[in-house]
């Protein structure tokens, strides 16, 4: 009865029911704020009434061009205002934006051009060579457009013939085009390809809805204020910046591009810009605090980085030079960070060793993620709140992908149980604040089972001869994987291989203790953090392995 | 051949769809800041922990009790923890909460607990007098449940049989149930009566997902800080204190409650509990100015204020104060303020007078509602940007209502065209910042409060000596504006003005009372409609209403 109640004459119209979508931003501050400014880049100042127009231009001349809905434009560009303008234009043209990250090879792009079936490649200049060796291998060339940022480097464009410039595109287009907009919210806006740890890149698939929660995450969770003057530290293709592509325009804020990220250059977008805002890794945090670049007086810097912990030092000395920094955790396919080391108050009165560390946990989910959770993988069981049962990390919410594209069994797997399973372990703490153990890659699966490379190394660190430990995996015929370990040993030091392995076998599960043992200066960064790409590297190959191992077998 | 590339296998599941509800934000908050104060209330101290507690208990009491998915679940109370604590138990036992206007008599209350068919009845001591008199015409009596506040004045409780009492309710409940959540984010969370221009009052029916998007328009349009300290000064049984009883949840802030609202009892809650936020009808503001009421040195204390436009005197004062008011608009069929006065840059320029006359102005869309228009109620189409060109103030998005409870012609006609109409008349400044010009034609908005002209006008005319009766508002400086009745009589009658305000003061709400009645013959069109404009014109002055009134009395 109550049911029927409120059943009569209320179903959702037009009144009151639109897909969201973030391509909404934009109209909004380009009708109030039509003269602030939307985009610096260099000695250009860009009005949002002018970006909206050019954003409706491309999104016009993208249509008249043959552009269907959900056609996928891919983009290859560094943080240009070109770069932000597809991130509406593309959308607007009811097609869908693929941002490829620059620093792959021209076979991973190519692989991501034929997956993702682009129709159309917009290439900035000083990546012309790479697009070009990539479309080598696509067998149907998307239409090529050139992008001439006033800031690139003189170079090549992209076959001369067959290429159309990004100026001469717009000109085509209306800029008075209203666009095509997504009749189900539902609806994909966004393609971006992560580097999966086997195989091929994988496909994220995002959509209008899950892009607009991303963008008011953003702004809640940091929170942003009205008008950010935002940096663009952050490469556009991560994901679409987090989604700040989207969540900078609703804040009606100012997009400051930047081409390569050096701490000068981020000095000098500081002092000529009035930025409060970026998001950075803990490596260009790094360099800041390397530079001493300091915040002109009187204002603070908002900064939110991700992707591993901020190393206490580095924290500390950017805090001195001015930056306020969140620590964030994010993932391709969560579209953005959901998860923040969001402080307590009663962090203020640690100790600075104290508050470093819970300032490395990578937090607790955001008001706007409507789950997280770290549990057994297996069962889907929370672990308890101990800091030293490891888990899954799982996440689950509005701004979670919709899947992989064309990957059905990859989608499935990846959201079996009702969760996203990130693949990255991590304990709870007694607070419920949750820090990754081991990232995904880190995780050694052999014949079946879970290898955390952390465990091996903190027992490879109890051998009084080992200064520096790192385990990574080593592919194997018959197991997958197997552990192999790299060691620094300390001075005057020189155990055998076999003795470090014995060492081992004695106090951890056999399966879990490394096969092969390389001593060797580790590879580290300038952080100190040790470099495990280049060991997994090494371990990939057994050539290098030898190469490594002879010498110091030599020196016995 | 693309759509079917982004069909394959990314339907929505559990792990990237959730039905959007602000009942999400209790969770997140009571995990991540469990020791944090959510709630003020005197001397008492309620953690975030213990308030999810309560809520659940609530919950989980109702369900017991026998309410269903649906069910209506009124609360007739001022801003005490209790009624915070309704707006997320009652949803979270799958029920609609039904928040009355304590400040209506027990014709208007009786009506809306039989036309909302209110299982549960939660009553505050200080009006069980109204409930009382109110449950006399209602046939179905719900289960009563007294509210005994601990700030409320003794007085007696609402029968003394057949009621629970609030506390042993919850004792009932269990502290862990989890709740009866929305399957569909389209499921009606709220049920608010606004007092409609014609007739009865109007059941505004709001859904999780619109209040859940309304919460986060709110966060993003003031835009709120972590943890802000909001004092309860709007009632929350005005739109759910436009949603600020879940944005503030969302932010992890603190509510400090307010039974009565007096500016010093303002000025003692920024003094005691450091409030730095707060939503207040001009009126509030007025008294703050007149009393002096200083933010305390270093601080700044954000209002929102809605209803009628700020006075320039009255913003100037407390702007000197320490107090900064954003000046924004709503109405509760859009379940909040999605429409402000955000200022640009420009206006800092301004001399005094122009910018509180740009500041007057009820503003621009938020980014978070979709669409905003004043266009001709006729044809659709939107009127001239020219300052002078009235046409009805329109909105659309996701955060308005679902219609009006029962009354789907009502809800048609409101959404006719595909836009929700306000009934307000405006303009559109140069500028694209809109102005209301006429109210909708027959409210008075007096001391925050809506009276329905028609309402007031349907009394009169049960008086035996009135012909015809207009209602339009006056200005008043305390409360805004008050009403102001123009009464043709019939033939012979003469009463005085003091018995036709004392008919009424017997019949209805107070403040729902004309404070003058001017007997005059009723200037109407060729078609016999009243003029109410004319009206409005001789109620604005009292000069006007002099000449008007004093033939009239000396003819007496």
Redesign the interface.
Same mark, same amino acid.
Request: charged share 20%; no cysteine.
């Given at each position: 009865?109550?049911?029927s109640?409120?059943a009569?004459?209320?179903m959702?119209?037009?009144?009151?029911?639109?897909p969201?979508t973030p391509l909404?931003?934009l109209d909004?501050?380009a009708?109030?704020?039509p003269d602030?400014v939307a985009i610096v880049h260099g000695d250009m100042r860009q009005s949002w009434c002018e970006t909206r127009k050019r954003c409706r231009r491309l999104a016009s001349a993208l249509v008249r061009r043959g552009v269907?809905?959900?056609?996928?434009v891919a983009v290859l560009a560094p943080n240009t205002p070109a770069m932000l303008e597809a991130h509406f234009g593309v959308p607007l043209a009811g097609a869908?934006i693929n941002a490829i990250n620059v620093r792959l090879d021209a076979d991973a792009v190519s692989f991501i051009l034929r997956h993702g079936?682009a129709?159309v490649l917009l290439v900035d200049r000083e990546f012309a060579s790479l697009a070009a060796a990539a479309l080598e291998t696509v067998p149907h060339r998307p239409l090529v457009v050139d992008i001439a940022d006033a800031l690139a480097p003189t170079g090549p464009t992209v076959g001369a013939h067959d290429c159309e410039a990004y100026e001469a595109l717009l000109a085509e287009g209306d800029e008075d085009f209203e666009g095509v907009w997504p009749e189900d919210e539902?609806a994909?806006i966004a393609l971006n390809y992560t580097s999966g740890t086997t195989g091929d890149p994988k496909g994220v698939?995002a959509s209008h809805r899950?892009t607009f929660m991303m963008s008011?995450l953003q702004?809640?969770n940091w929170?942003?204020?009205?008008h950010p003057t935002y940096l663009w530290v952050l490469p556009m293709f991560h994901a679409n910046g987090w989604c700040f592509t989207w969540a900078i325009s *609703? #804040?009606?804020g100012t997009h400051v591009c930047l081409r390569k990220v050096a701490p000068a250059q981020v000095a000098q977008a500081l002092d000529r810009h009035g930025v409060d805002h970026f998001c950075a890794a803990p490596t260009v945090m790094a360099g800041l605090a390397a530079e001493r670049v300091q915040v002109p007086a009187g204002r603070t810097v908002r900064v939110l980085t991700a992707g591993s912990p901020p190393p206490a030092t580095v924290l500390q000395a950017v805090t001195e030079l001015g930056f306020s920094v969140d620590h964030v955790y994010g993932i391709t396919e969560a579209l953005g960070t959901p998860v923040s080391c969001?402080p307590?108050?009663t962090w203020a009165q640690m100790d600075a060793d104290a508050r470093a560390r819970v300032q490395a946990r990578q937090g607790?989910? *955001? #008001?706007?993620?409507?789950?997280l959770q770290v549990a057994d993988p297996e069962t889907g069981v929370p672990v308890p709140r101990d800091g030293r049962t490891p888990g899954e990390l799982m996440?689950?919410?509005?701004s979670?992908?919709?899947?992989y594209?064309?990957?059905?069994q990859a989608?499935?797997r990846?959201?079996e149980g009702?969760?996203?399973r990130t693949g990255d372990v991590a304990v709870v703490h007694p607070d419920?604040y949750f820090q990754i153990v081991d990232r995904s890659k880190d995780v050694i699966i052999s014949g079946g089972e879970n290898i955390s490379s952390v465990e091996v190394e903190d027992l490879l660190h109890a051998h009084a001869a080992v200064l520096h430990a790192a385990v990574v995996a080593m592919p194997d015929d018959k197991w997958g994987e197997v552990p192999c370990a790299f060691i620094e040993l300390r001075p005057g030091r020189h155990p055998a291989e076999e003795e470090i392995i014995a060492f081992a076998r004695e106090r951890m599960a056999h399966f879990k203790c490394p096969r092969r043992v390389v001593f060797t200066e580790l590879p580290k960064t300038g952080t100190g953090k040790i470099q495990k790409f280049k060991l997994r590297e090494i371990a990939g190959s057994q050539a290098a392995i030898t190469r490594l191992a002879e010498p110091a077998r030599s020196g016995e």
């Open positions: 009865m109550s049911q109640m409120f009569q004459g209320l959702p119209s037009p009144a009151n029911h639109e969201l909404s931003f909004r501050t009708d109030v704020f602030r269907k809905p959900l056609d996928v869908v079936e129709k539902q994909p698939v899950g008011v702004m809640t929170p942003l204020p009205r *609703a #804040a009606a969001v307590q108050t607790v989910r *955001a #008001a706007l993620l409507e789950g996440l689950r919410g509005n979670i992908m919709k899947g594209l064309k990957n059905p989608t499935a990846a959201f009702g969760w996203f419920g």
